[in-house]
């Protein structure tokens, strides 16, 4: 992973106040601390951090360019916390956190699944279970993903962190059984044993409904013969 610029502006007030004006100028407010520095209120581009997060995601290493501060080739900065508007989701406000490159950090990298299971063919569903997983490394080593294989998959089948395919010099930081993906059957899947089951139980019911019917157009016909009787003597009479 290389190094991403941002430029950023030192800014002296603070408050909702001075933070509302600069969002509607198009500016994010924030906050850089961290390696023993004092805190350092600054803003940014919204468009800018935007462009960047949509391009490399979350884990970036940001050369951050402040103006008026003396830049430091061996630090970098990790965005470590990001609100954002509840609707929009646009960013309202940034922490970044400053890093030694020479020393490892810990971050949460995404995971992704790839390949296909025979028993998708089936129906059956991949659920993944975990969308992230942390790790520690050095902060040009951050993987932008790690990557889990379903080829091969089973129903019922999980795999787990352990079988992440980790990149060198990542150390993974989640019990290696920590469960990534399952392959589980939906809920209109049913065995072969069921199925049959199903088709017996419906055969057994059409035939008790045949046998009902039969049974009522005997009773009709009874009846109807009964009320010709009836008729027949009330003629005699």
């Known amino acids: 992973m290389e190094q991403v610029v941002l430029d950023a502006t030192q800014r002296e007030q603070t408050g909702k106040g001075p933070a509302r004006r600069l969002r509607q100028a198009g500016f994010i407010p924030g906050v850089v601390y961290g390696l023993g520095r004092e ?29 008026g501060l003396e830049a430091d080739e ?7 916390d990001m609100q954002q508007h509840p609707v929009s989701r646009i960013p309202e406000s940034v922490d970044f956190q400053w890093i030694s490159l020479t020393d490892t950090v810990i971050v949460g990298v995404p995971v992704e699944f790839v390949g296909s299971s025979p028993a998708q063919l ?38 787990t962190a352990s079988q992440l395919e ?35 139980e419906a055969l057994l019911a059409a035939m008790e409904e045949g046998e009902e019917g039969e049974e009522g157009a005997e009773g009709e016909e009874g009846e109807e013969g009964e009320a010709a009787d009836d008729d027949e003597s009330a003629d005699e009479e």
């Open 122 to 159: 089936e129906g059956a569903v991949i659920d993944q279970i975990a969308y992230e997983v942390e790790v520690s490394c050095l902060p040009l080593s951050i993987p932008d993903k790690l990557i889990i294989s379903i080829e091969g998959m089973e129903l019922h089948e999980t795999r």
């Open 74 to 80: 061996r630090t970098a900065a990790l965005l470590r």
């Open 39 to 67: 805190a350092l209120a600054l803003s940014v581009v919204r468009e800018d951090l935007q462009s960047l997060l949509s391009k490399h995601g979350t884990n970036i290493v940001f050369r951050l360019q402040v103006a």
């Open 166 to 200: 980790m990149p060198e010099g990542v150390e993974l930081l989640v019990e290696p059984d920590t469960a990534i993906v399952t392959c589980t059957p939906p809920a209109r899947m049913i065995s072969a044993e069921e199925e049959a089951l199903l088709e017996e």
